[in-house]
């Protein structure tokens, strides 16, 4: 069993920056693949980043490459997304997810989630 909690979500106006940190508990944070998805009204929630266990490995949705960053410190039990460069379309729920050890884009197979934290982006 993995708990995540989210932070750093905000108000921030668009070209704006923010840091999305995620800490978990649980035993065995570094045999998880860390994932941060959004979610706005209506649609379905959609991955932005993920990054394997061993922080050897990460993806990026196509709308967000070479404005965000994901790490994650596993001595620590927390993972982050750097977030710059935003944009209105940015604005979303943003959630964090964990699942065990192959590291993939889909919401559906991943087994734990956090509460979720607002970003909003203003124009």
């Known amino acids: 069993q993995v708990q995540l909690v989210e932070s750093g979500g905000g108000l921030v106006p668009a070209g704006g920056s923010l840091r999305g940190s995620c800490g978990a508990s649980?035993?065995?944070?570094?045999?998880?693949?860390m994932g941060w998805f959004r979610e706005t009204t209506g649609k379905e929630r959609d991955v932005v980043a993920a990054?394997?266990?061993?922080?050897?490995?990460?993806y990026y949705a196509d709308s967000v490459k070479g404005r965000f960053t994901i790490s994650r410190d596993n001595a620590k039990n927390t993972v982050c997304l750097q977030m710059a460069s935003l944009k209105p379309e940015d604005t979303a729920v943003y959630y964090c997810?964990?699942?065990?050890?192959?590291?993939?884009?889909?919401?559906?197979?991943?087994?734990?989630w956090g509460q979720g934290t607002q970003v909003t982006v203003s124009s």
């Open positions: 649980g035993r065995a944070f570094r045999t998880y693949v």
């Open positions: 990054i394997s266990s061993g922080a050897l490995s990460t």
């Open positions: 997810a964990a699942r065990r050890y192959i590291m993939t884009r889909r919401a559906e197979e991943y087994d734990y």
